[in-house]
């Protein structure tokens, strides 16, 4: 599996941005895809999920009503399409396919994720 995420930038507040992750491996349409962001000095934090087979997504409670999270098995891709940014929003987002999900697993945990892809940097200014 190899995940490459892509699209970040530098934006101002209020504008949007897509970012495209792409899986190189033979396992995407079945897997459960997630997207996690991290500050300096802070946890990865959860931000969107969406199921392999139905398609069910998740969002946490900071982005729900701007972010949005799809997939396109047939281009082995997951996107997370931003509105509305805020500063608060800046970070570096990363891609996952999650791998666990026995006892104690979840969509919100990054431990429920194996495979990580190196992250891309959103920038949001005020």
């Known amino acids: 599996v190899q995940l490459q995420a892509f699209g970040g930038g530098l934006v101002q507040a209020g504008d949007s941005l897509t970012l495209s992750c792409v899986d190189s491996?033979?396992?995407?349409?079945?897997?459960?895809m997630g997207w996690f962001r991290q500050t300096p000095g802070k946890e990865r934090e959860f931000v969107a999920a969406?199921?392999?087979?139905?398609?069910?997504?998740y969002l946490s409670d900071s982005v729900k009503g701007r972010f949005t999270i799809s997939r396109d098995n047939a281009k082995n891709t997951v996107y997370l399409q931003m509105n509305n940014l805020k500063p608060e929003d800046t970070a570096v987002y990363s891609c996952?396919?999650?791998?666990?999900?026995?006892?104690?697993?979840?969509?919100?945990?990054?431990?429920?994720?194996?495979?990580w892809g190196p992250g891309t940097l959103v920038t949001v200014s005020s």
């Open positions: 969406i199921a392999g087979s139905s398609g069910t997504t």
């Open positions: 491996g033979r396992i995407f349409s079945s897997s459960a």
């Open positions: 996952a396919v999650r791998t666990y999900s026995g006892p104690g697993g979840s969509y919100f945990y990054a431990a429920s994720y194996g495979y």
